[in-house]
Each structure stands twice: as structure tokens, then as C-alpha cells.
């Protein structure tokens, strides 16, 4: 799901809690080397997408790779965390 909203990512993680999903980021770099195109220069410097890999909890499944947000406040775009 994307999340690169700020000022609406806290209520949008509090809403995935609330339904009982388990939310992990996911920042994926905009430029892969391995592109389909195969082009070579990266026109994007280091953007990267915000998103979060959203899984219902009844699934039990743990993602252990990716970081798990507990704490809706947190925004990794945000200085100072």
C-alpha cells in the first residue's frame, strides 16, 4: 500500500491496526540496475517509493526481512525519524 503521505500516514496505520493487519515498510529504490529496459543511467538519484506490505494477522504469517511498524507516529521520510 503506498504510504508516502505524512501528514496522513499516521491515521492510515492506525486504521491497518485497527483491522488487524500487521504493517511493514517497504522503500524499494525508483532506479533497479536489472531494469526491463536495460538502461544504465539512473535518472532518479536515490528516490525511492513508500509503501507497506499490509498482511491480515489471522494469516500468521511473519515477515522477518522487513521492519514491522508498531508505533503510527513513525514515518521513515520524516527528519528525525
Request: aromatic share 10%; glycine share 4%.
Amino acid at each position: 500500500m503506498e504510504n508516502d503521505r505524512q501528514e496522513k500516514s499516521k491515521n492510515l496505520i492506525e486504521y491497518l491496526h485497527s483491522i488487524e493487519y500487521k504493517t511493514y515498510w517497504d522503500l524499494p529504490a525508483l532506479y533497479s540496475k536489472g531494469n526491463f529496459n536495460q538502461k544504465k543511467e539512473n535518472i532518479f538519484g536515490n528516490i525511492v517509493s513508500v509503501n507497506m506490505l499490509c498482511i491480515h494477522q489471522s494469516l500468521g504469517i511473519n515477515v522477518t526481512a522487513m521492519r514491522e511498524e508498531n508505533d503510527p507516529n513513525f514515518h521513515p521520510m520524516r527528519k528525525n525519524g
